[in-house]
């Protein structure tokens, strides 16, 4: 659920950013596709085979970390205010051309980031002995 509302909370940055259509295609392809994939993925492997841990002695540590966290955040977000204009002449071309010039090279590296998560997950995934289990 909190992937579910962060993904919808970046559309609502592309619609800051006078971006209806990028806004769109993330809750549309995020928000709906990419969730149901994940719901599956979660629902059909083993979780029988892992101990559940159902009490975590470092939650207050976390919890003062995520309070410190928020409170250098926040005051950052009300002094400095971001005033943009609608851009008139945003284009799918101008899309592309930063897609390809621009923002290549990031990219890229997202898309190794997300080969090298794909091969973990079917390193961890395999079976430990070498043989289908049915």
């Given at each position: 659920m909190a992937?579910?509302?962060s993904l919808v909370a970046v559309a609502g940055v592309y619609l800051v950013l006078f971006a209806e259509f990028?806004?769109?295609?993330?809750?549309?392809?995020?928000?709906?596709a990419i969730i149901i994939v994940l719901l599956?993925?979660?629902m059909l492997t083993r979780s029988?085979?892992?101990?559940?841990?159902t009490d975590n002695k470092q939650w207050p540590l976390a919890a003062l970390a995520s309070?410190?966290?928020?409170?250098?955040l926040a005051p950052s977000f009300l002094i400095n205010r971001v005033e943009g204009t609608e851009?008139?002449?945003?284009?799918?071309t101008g899309i592309g051309e930063s897609l390809f010039t621009?923002?290549?090279v990031p990219f890229e590296i997202a898309s190794l980031v997300l080969l090298v998560a794909l091969i973990g997950a079917i390193i961890i995934a395999r079976s430990d002995d070498g043989e289908e289990q049915g």
């Open positions: 992937l579910l509302v990028l806004a769109l295609v993330q809750v549309l392809i995020y928000g709906g599956f993925a979660i029988a085979d892992y101990p559940r841990v309070l410190a966290f928020l409170g250098v851009s008139q002449n945003a284009s799918f621009t923002w290549a």
